[in-house]
């Protein structure tokens, strides 16, 4: 008797049905292995990182030019989105109200929605698009140019050198960047309703004031710290592993700004359901 012929038999010399349900089952075996492969090269990053830390002379330096393109650079478009969108949410709040509420609540809405949501959220995603496609075409183009290569030749670890100093310094400044931010949203939304709407001064403080616990400040930063950390780690491995010329640097820069914008989002859920009962006054 023959041995039965294991190689895999193409799709298309089944019957019609059974061809459709066999290439939907194909299509999805494709897409777990290649998501569980995407897991397993993230996590050996991961160990790579781990042993890049203990370069301490090659990353230490680089670290305080990244916190500036990072987090100095990018100071004034976090304020100028922050206090649009804190302006536009205090309008929004006072305009939506029944007669007769109190209008210090405006000024309370606007502070948690600030400070708990839109300023950390808005200025990871703000980051994600301008910090992080930065970092993201910068590795990829030394990668396609072969300098990493160069790099490891000359014995220079390269992930120490690229990677450690740009996680370090996004974890350190998107929660400074997000002080800022929360600052600016509550006083533009103070300005803004003040100005624009009916509401006083002093109502306004007494509803900032209101049911205030340091807490909800602590959250905010435990957001933008993990915001601030994938945003870094996710970008410059889409940078650190990009192949196949210009056309790979664009391909992997604009993966890396939708993987980490999709991240963004999970870890700001995450959060909420597991630090949202903390929050209550």
Request: proline fraction near 4%.
């Amino acid at each position: 008797m023959s041995a039965p012929d294991l190689t895999e038999r193409p799709t298309e010399t089944f019957p019609v049905v059974q061809a459709g349900g066999l290439r939907f089952f194909r299509w999805m075996g494709r897409r777990a292995l290649a998501l569980l492969g995407g897991i397993g090269a993230r996590v050996l990053f991961v160990g790579e990182i781990r042993r890049a830390l203990r370069e301490g002379r090659t990353w230490r330096r680089e670290v305080f030019h990244q916190m500036r393109a990072i987090g100095v650079d990018s100071l004034p478009l976090t304020i100028m989105v922050a206090a649009f969108i804190g302006g536009v949410i205090a309008i929004q709040i006072r305009y939506q109200l029944f007669p007769g509420i109190q209008l210090s609540i405006v000024g309370l809405s606007t502070r948690q929605i600030v400070i708990l949501e839109t300023g950390p959220l808005l200025t990871g995603l703000v980051l994600a698009g301008r910090v992080g496609a930065k970092m993201t075409a910068e590795i990829a183009t030394m990668r396609v140019t072969e300098q990493i290569d160069a790099l490891e030749t000359l014995a220079f670890d390269p992930v120490a050198y690229l990677v450690v100093p740009r996680l370090i310094a996004g974890i350190v400044m998107l929660p400074i960047l997000t002080v800022f931010a929360d600052v600016a949203g509550v006083l533009a939304g103070m300005l803004s309703s003040v100005l624009v709407a009916d509401v006083q001064l002093a109502q306004f403080l007494e509803g900032v004031r209101l049911g205030y616990d340091q807490f909800q400040v602590t959250y905010s930063l435990i957001k933008a710290t993990l915001f601030g950390g994938a945003i870094a780690f996710l970008c410059t491995f889409e940078g650190y592993k990009t192949f196949g010329g210009a056309e790979g640097v664009g391909k992997s820069t604009a993966r890396a700004v939708v993987i980490t914008s999709i991240a963004i989002l999970i870890l700001d859920a995450t959060t909420a359901v597991l630090l949202a009962p903390y929050l209550q006054a």
